[in-house]
């Protein structure tokens, strides 16, 4: 490690955020670990940057390959600044004494440089201001000073027209005043992470907000102190206080005081996994008791776009692509109560949500309440009836059906098992072993089941792999509503 290791803009990134996940970015990445939802986040920002491409570049544009290694893309980049011209450079690079960084737009026209960083955010975050000031300082050292830098972040208010014009997709923020008010710490920010590189041995620095902000840390796993059968952590609430706890010396939620807790959910949690047992209270038995039949049991899966796909929707929109409905006749039913299915899932790569709100309508009937897991399907239905004024009658009808468990359980149900989650996935189970989500393939989370879609609706995804990808989509919504009510059932029964 004695000589000299090249540094980026995101290892200086790194070390900014915790010196410790620069070492173990350079020395030990084996111990990283990507989450499902990481993974997503990496691939809304790829497609940002192609989009990006595609309105940056409608008036021409020059784009640095770096096929060839990163000499040859700071050599090119030399040359079209020398080259001259109007036309936008994406991924320009830069070498200055060792450090590397690229720049998503490179806007050399009107007189000047102009630095546009380019994100997936809807709007500008503390990390693209440390960001853009490692670019401007870089550029300034080569006698590139930065007249202006701006960042390209989504625009919510955009909607897609469905013409393939994607201009008003990004809306750009000027934040050269922020930048030039960092530019003075980067020198010393550059020195520091050299010297944590130059190291033999890891830096021993303790977890932190810093591991959860503003992403969970790949290396969380590895840094934090060994956990005990129910971590501290899992009590939730303050993250300054969970670390706080951690630093004092516990590790199992049941050894904290009790005067240290903060709320009576983590007084709960403590309680009843101290006795090993499960809390229900009256209230949540009472809410079952008085849902009468039948009663649907409802849940959806939606897909959002950085860049929207279909026409009149716009970026993050939920867009339901699927539903799946479990119904108990109860004692109005000819089978005594047994649960009747229905569902819906489309995956022919065209707009789902008109299909998805008709065959809704049709199923669900015009008695009996609709009870859904978090207020997340509230908003899937209030979002339909903003979209089709024809349907609004029969979906406000729905609407005003529609109860929430989720509230009622948080303040009301609390079983050991749970581990600090009040997921469906982890609250089933605790009333019925047939309830595990493990025996669910390529679609077992909402994270997967977004990238089992996305695959579904390729072309050049082949029939067969279709298929299984349906089957996966269509066992992992009806888990949801079967679940639902698997867990009302449990409920219902006699104290």
Known sequence: ???????????????????????????????????????????????AGEYARRIYGLNGAREVSHERGLRAAVRTTSVLIEAGGSEPIFEATFDHGGLTIQVDILDCAAGGTRIVEVTSSPGVEAHHLHDCAIQAWTLAALGHRARQVTVAHINSEFVYRGDGSYEGLFTETDVTEEVERELDAIP?????????????????????????????????????????????????????????????????????????????????????TRTGQPYVGDELREFVAALGYPRHCLGFETISFAAPIWEDTGPYEALPF????????????????????????????????????????????????????????????????????????????????VLVLLPVLKRHY??????????????????????????????????????????????????????????????????????????????????
């Open 1 to 47: 490690m004695a000589h000299q290791v090249a540094l980026s803009k995101t290892r200086l990134l790194a070390f900014r955020r915790c010196p410790r996940k620069l070492w173990l970015d350079q020395y030990s990445p084996e111990l990283e670990e990507v989450s499902d939802e990481a993974q997503a986040r990496f691939e809304t920002r790829r497609i």
């Open 322 to 401: 699927q539903w799946s409905c479990h119904t108990d006749g109860g004692s109005l039913d000819e089978s005594s109560g047994g649960l009747a299915h229905a569902g819906f899932v489309d995956l022919s790569g065209g707009p789902p949500m008109r299909e998805c709100a008709e065959t809704l309508i049709d199923a669900l009937g015009g008695r009996g309440p609709i009870v859904v897991y978090s207020p997340r399907e509230q908003a899937v239905i209030d979002g339909l009836i903003s979209r089709y004024t024809d349907l609004e009658a029969p979906l406000a009808a729905i609407r005003d059906r």
């Open 414 to 495: 609390y079983d050991p098992a749970m581990r600090g989650s009040w997921s469906i996935e982890t609250v089933a189970p605790t009333v019925a072993a047939d309830l595990s989500c493990e025996t669910l393939g390529d679609a077992r989370d909402s994270h997967t089941a977004r990238s089992a879609y996305l695959e579904a609706i390729k072309p050049e995804t082949s029939a067969e792999r279709r298929r299984s990808l349906r089957k996966d989509l269509l066992a992992r919504c009806r888990y949801g509503s079967l679940a639902l009510a698997g867990i009302l059932k449990f409920f219902g029964k006699p104290a």
């Open 188 to 272: 010393e920010l550059v020195a520091g992470a050299r010297s944590i590189l130059e190291r033999l041995d890891e830096p021993d620095i303790a977890v932190g907000k810093h591991c959860t902000s503003p992403h969970a840390c790949p290396f969380l796993g590895h840094c934090a102190p060994p956990q005990a059968e129910y971590p501290v952590t899992i009590l939730g609430g303050r993250e300054d206080k969970l670390f706080e706890w951690l630093h004092a010396g516990y590790r199992d939620l049941r050894d904290v005081p009790e005067e240290l807790l903060l709320d009576d959910t983590q007084r709960r949690m403590q309680w009843q």
